[in-house]
Nanobody
């Protein structure tokens, strides 16, 4: 059973980078056919897919965030990470990592679209 755990700071100042890491257990980050995803949910809004990295290490980003985002993986630690630059209060959300056995083709998602989820971590961007 794949288990995921997010880690990172809960408070980030505006204009600073937001960095989160997801640690995987129960599978290897290089196992086929897994895709490793970052998803967020802002207050009062639905789940928004923001990016992913494939089991062969290819990242893919939400078009509106691509210029500010970077996703990387570390097979030695069985982790993947997110960096979102130049954050604003609009980036305040609960951030989740999630596993899907295939690529994502939509930016609005539901929990059932993914086979495993982390518990989520609240990130608040202060002025």
């Amino acid at each position: 059973q794949v288990q995921l755990q997010e880690s990172g700071p809960g408070l980030v100042k505006s204009s600073q980078p937001l960095s989160l890491t997801c640690t995987i257990s129960g599978a290897s980050i290089t196992d086929k056919p897994y895709f490793w995803n970052w998803i967020r949910q802002s207050p009062g809004k639905g789940l928004e897919w923001i990016g992913s990295i494939s089991h062969w290490g290819e990242p893919k980003y939400h078009p509106s965030l691509e210029s500010r985002m970077s996703i990387s993986s570390d097979a030695s630690k069985n982790q993947f990470s997110l960096q979102l630059n130049s954050v604003t209060p609009e980036d305040t959300s609960v951030y989740y990592c999630a596993m899907r056995t295939g690529p994502v083709w939509m930016t609005t998602v539901q929990r059932g679209d993914f086979q495993a989820w982390g518990q989520g971590t609240q990130v608040t961007v202060s002025q």
